[in-house]
């Protein structure tokens, strides 16, 4: 969208007199009309193929200057707070997201929903709230979701009313339009943090304990494949963000996404992402594409962002042809349940397995499952890690080394429960010796339990 695109769209299809509704800035009626006729203005005076190609500081320097040339020559009175909320509402309509712009730089929020143009809710440390941030109409909300979507090179029209992107921070954007949305667009952004949590992080907040960490970080380091399974919302993404900092730096990683989202650390990372179909239905690349080509490309580790169809099969083919260390995320609500849903997936490709072979393939690739959880006061939390053992007839056998179990709810919503071992010595740690990440025998002690 170019920048005379950008500037025209926030104008209403209204007279610029009309009455509108205040955006984020909050402003009144007045100061809504007044806005208005700025960007009319900058229309006007704006070198657009000068501030086009313009730094972003500039640029927003630029636009603060103009606006308060057009304030002095229009000879309206604000007084200081008023005129840099006008010059701050501009440039984040100019440069940013527009009202929803604060929200995104507030590390509080970890959710931003647009359920419509006047009701936009967050979510802050786990529990919602409804803001009084607004939009001026459909149309305004329509132009970002438009603005975030382009950026990346994916539409979303009446052909196309539903799109996955993300935003230049790696936060996962899903937008629904009419005519699937009924009352009007719908707007959904899954922050992801600036700065990259640390497993010493999530130790602090009681997603997991000391002990926990040290396997996690010893099952990465030992080049030892796992899967993490979960809800929505259940912090998958961010922990498979986390164990990726114990890979080793001389390792190349290649990582496949629907849409991209993690940031690795590591020097040599080739990201790969899906491309929708065209207009015509034509040019579209698969996770599966992705999967099988991104063996020919020398990869040490492979890191599936989600496996949701048939790149599965490809995903376990690789983990047991030399890619050791490979990491995946699944929906699902318990360990499990992961291995089912893997199964599933496969058949719903319309690919013929028989079940014994299947689990077979899951049993030699995947050693364990990390089943993380977000509970009833919105804590995110890892509620299980389990080993595979192998198969006991027809099904694959599993043994859990650590749980949380929940004892209750306090007076103010707070879940109540502790992390214990399960006292059962997994077969890996032998794996995890001889690979130079040891774990003493006591790590595993049920004494050794924390809340």
């Avoid at 603060?64 to 309509?93: G, Y």
């Avoid at 996962?172 to 667009?185: H, Q, S, T």
Wanted: proline share 5%.
């Amino acid at each position: 969208m170019s920048l005379r695109e950008r500037l025209e769209s926030t104008i209403s299809e209204a007279d610029t007199e009309q009455i509108v509704r205040p955006s984020v800035t909050r402003y009144d009626p007045a100061q809504a009309v007044l806005k208005a006729r700025i960007h009319t203005k900058l229309l006007d005076l704006v070198d657009l193929g000068a501030l086009e190609h313009m730094p972003e500081e500039k640029l927003r320097t630029e636009l603060k200057s103009l606006v308060e040339k057009i304030l002095f020559s229009e000879r309206i009175p604000l007084n200081d707070a008023e005129r840099q909320q006008l010059i701050l509402a501009i440039q984040n309509e100019v440069m940013g997201l527009g009202p929803i712009e604060p929200l995104l730089a507030d590390p509080t929020v970890s959710d931003i929903l647009v359920n419509n143009w006047s009701h936009v809710y967050v979510e802050r440390h786990g529990r919602l709230e409804l803001t009084d941030i607004h939009f001026n109409d459909d149309r305004h909300l329509m132009t970002i979701i438009e603005k975030i979507v382009s950026r990346i090179g994916r539409r979303v029209d009446e052909s196309s009313p539903m799109v996955d992107a993300r935003l230049p921070d790696g936060s996962r954007v899903n937008a629904v339009i009419p005519p699937l949305a009924v009352d009007g667009p719908v707007l959904s952004i899954r922050r992801f943090a600036t700065i990259p949590l640390a497993i010493s992080d999530i130790v602090t907040f009681g997603t997991l304990t000391g002990d926990m960490a040290q396997i996690i970080a010893a099952l990465v380091r030992s080049k030892t494949n796992v899967l993490i399974s979960g809800g929505t919302g259940s912090g998958k993404t961010t922990l498979l963000n986390i164990m990726s900092a114990f890979i080793p730096h001389n390792e190349r990683i290649v990582t496949i996404e629907d849409a991209a989202e993690l940031k690795l650390q590591q020097p040599h990372v080739v990201r790969l992402e899906t491309r929708p179909p065209n207009v015509e239905g034509k040019g579209e690349v698969a996770q599966r594409a992705l999967v099988r080509n991104s063996l020919r490309m020398r990869p040490d580790r492979i890191v599936v962002g989600e496996v949701r169809g048939a790149e599965v099969l490809d995903m376990l083919q690789a983990m047991n042809t030399g890619h050791e260390g490979s990491m995946t995320t699944v929906h699902a609500n318990t360990a499990r349940d992961a291995l089912t849903r893997l199964e599933n997936m496969v058949g719903i490709a319309g690919l013929s397995i028989p079940p014994k072979t299947l689990r077979q393939q899951i049993v030699s690739a995947l050693s364990v499952v990390i089943q993380v959880a977000r509970l009833s006061d919105g804590k995110r939390k890892i509620v299980s890690i389990q080993e595979i053992t192998g198969m006991e007839g027809d099904m694959i056998s599993m043994q859990e080394i650590f749980s949380f179990e929940q004892t209750g709810v306090a007076g103010d919503g707070t879940v109540l429960g502790s992390f214990c071992a399960t006292g059962i010595r997994p077969k890996f740690s032998e794996r995890l010796r001889v690979r130079g990440s040891p774990l003493p025998d006591s790590i595993f002690s049920p004494a050794r339990g924390s809340e």
